[in-house]
C-alpha cells in the first residue's frame, strides 16, 4: 500500500523528513566533536597534576615487580586487629548499626575517647572537646581546612611524613620547611623555625613521636615552641598519632601547653592494628570541634558506624595486645639500632613511633638511587630520605612494622649496600 502524499501545512510542510540526512548531519557533528575532543583531551585539574606524588608509594610499587621483596617501607603494622574489636564491628553490622552517624562521631565514642585522653595522655578534656575523623589523615586534612586559607602558608619540618604537603598542595598553601639536624637531636629547634615565620604563616605542623626519625619533644621544648606560636599568633596542629608505641618515656602531648590555638590528633591505625578501617579523633577547644565537625559533611559526612563501634570496643575492652605490639617494636628497635652501630652506620635512635631514620652516605649514592638499588639488586625496600623532605638526601627510613626474621635479614642486607660504595 503506498502511503498518502503529505498534507499541505501539516506538521512535515513540503514532505515528510529525509531522515538519512538527518543522521548524516548529526555524524558529521559527532565526528567534528570527537575530532576537537582530541586536540583537546580534558585531564585532571591543575591542583592534582601539581600535587606531589608520596615517594613511600613510588618504591612499594617499585617492589611490587619483584618477587621476594623484605618491605622495609610501609607504616603499616604486621600484626592483625585484635579479634574482639572485629567481631564487636561484625555483630554490630548483623544487628544493622548501618547507618550515618552525627557528623562528630556516636556520643559514646566521644565520650570513650575524652576518657582515654584523660587517663592516658592527661588532657582535661571531655566529649566536646573531640571530634572522631576517618583516620588520621582525615583529621590533619580537616583541619588544615577548618584553619588555613589559600595562600597561608604552614611550618613543615624537614624531614617530615610527605602528606602534609601533599594536603597543602590540594589546599593551596605555601609550605616553608625548618630543619632537622643531627646536631639538634633532629628535634625541631625554636630558632630555626622562627626564621621560616613570614606574615602569611598561619599555622605549625608538630610531629611527636616523629616520622621518619621517631624522635620525641620533652616537655621544656614543647614549652618552647607554644611560646614561639604565641607571639606569632599561630595555630598549631600536633599530630600525636604514635602516642602509645613509645620505648621508655611517655609521649609528651602538645594540647595542654595551649589548649587555645592547639589541634591534636591520634588515631587508631597504629596503636590497635586498625589502618584498614580509618578512623582517628581530633581534641581541641569546644568551638572549634564544632567547627571540624561541620567541616566533615560535604566529604565524608560522618566516620562509618561499624568503624566507630570497633574503635569504641577498643578503647572499653583490654589493651594487653596494645603494650603486646608496643614491646615488640621496641625489640625490634633495640636489635636493628645495635645492628647499625656494630657496623658503624649512624642513625636517629628513635623513642617512639616504629622508624629509624638510617644514614646512608657511605654508600657515595644518592638517596634515591640508593633505594631503588636496594629493590632491585638487595630485595629490600626502603623509603628514599627526600620523600620526606628536600634535606633527607643522605637517609632512608626503616619501618620496624615487619617480621623480625624478615627486618633483622633487610637490615644486614641494607648494611652491606651501605658499606660497599660505588
Not at 158 to 172: L, R, V
Amino acid at each position: 500500500m503506498s502511503l498518502p502524499p503529505p498534507v499541505s501545512g501539516g506538521p512535515y510542510p513540503g514532505g515528510l523528513p529525509d531522515r538519512g540526512a538527518a543522521s548524516r548531519r548529526e555524524a558529521s557533528r559527532a565526528s567534528d566533536r570527537l575530532s576537537l575532543s582530541s586536540r583537546m583531551m580534558l585531564g585532571p585539574s591543575n591542583t592534582i597534576r601539581s600535587m606531589p606524588r608520596s615517594g613511600i608509594r613510588e618504591i612499594n610499587e617499585l617492589a611490587s615487580q619483584y618477587d621476594g621483596v623484605i618491605h622495609l617501607e610501609m607504616g603499616q603494622p604486621n600484626f592483625s586487629t585484635p579479634e574482639h574489636i572485629s567481631r564487636a564491628a561484625g555483630e554490630a553490622a548483623l544487628n544493622g548499626f548501618t547507618t550515618y552517624t552525627p557528623n562528630a562521631g556516636i556520643p559514646e565514642l566521644r565520650e570513650a575517647i575524652a576518657e582515654k585522653l584523660r587517663n592516658f595522655n592527661g588532657l582535661r578534656v571531655g566529649a566536646e572537646n573531640v571530634t572522631v575523623t576517618t583516620g588520621g589523615c582525615g583529621a590533619l586534612f580537616t583541619s588544615l581546612v577548618s584553619l588555613c586559607d589559600p595562600g597561608d602558608a604552614i611550618l613543615l619540618s624537614d624531614p617530615t611524613w610527605p602528606n602534609y604537603a601533599m594536603m597543602a598542595s590540594i589546599q593551596g598553601l605555601e609550605v616553608r620547611h625548618y630543619p632537622l639536624r643531627a646536631r639538634d637531636g633532629w628535634l625541631p629547634n625554636p630558632e630555626e623555625i622562627e626564621r621560616q615565620i613570614t606574615p602569611n604563616c598561619r599555622a605549625m605542623i608538630l610531629v611527636s613521636p616523629s616520622n621518619p626519625t621517631g624522635t620525641m619533644v620533652g616537655e621544656d621544648l614543647m614549652g618552647e615552641i607554644l611560646d614561639l606560636a604565641r607571639r606569632h599568633n599561630l595555630w598549631v596542629i600536633s599530630d600525636e598519632v604514635y602516642d602509645a608505641i613509645t620505648f621508655g618515656e611517655p609521649a609528651v602531648s602538645a594540647y595542654p601547653f595551649d589548649s587555645d590555638r592547639v589541634i591534636s590528633i591520634f588515631s587508631f591505625s597504629k596503636t590497635y592494628a586498625m589502618t584498614g578501617w580509618r578512623i582517628g579523633y581530633t581534641v581541641a577547644r569546644p568551638d572549634m570541634a564544632d567547627v571540624l565537625g561541620n567541616s566533615q559533611e560535604p566529604t565524608t559526612s560522618c566516620v562509618n558506624s561499624l568503624a566507630q563501634i570497633g574503635a569504641l570496643t577498643a578503647l572499653r575492652g583490654p589493651q594487653d595486645e596494645v603494650w603486646a605490639m608496643r614491646d615488640a617494636y621496641w625489640e625490634r628497635r633495640d636489635l636493628v639500632t645495635e645492628m647499625l652501630s656494630q657496623a658503624d652506620i649512624a642513625f636517629a635512635r628513635p623513642d617512639g613511633a616504629f622508624y629509624v631514620w638510617v644514614d646512608i652516605s657511605q654508600s657515595r649514592l644518592s638517596d634515591n638511587e640508593f633505594a631503588r638499588r636496594m629493590v632491585i639488586e638487595h630485595r629490600v625496600a626502603v623509603v628514599p630520605g627526600t620523600t620526606f623532605g628536600p634535606g633527607g638526601g643522605t637517609h632512608v627510613r626503616v619501618s620496624l612494622a615487619t617480621d623480625t626474621e624478615s627486618l633483622l635479614e633487610g637490615i644486614s642486607r641494607l648494611i652491606r649496600a651501605v658499606r660497599s660504595p660505588c
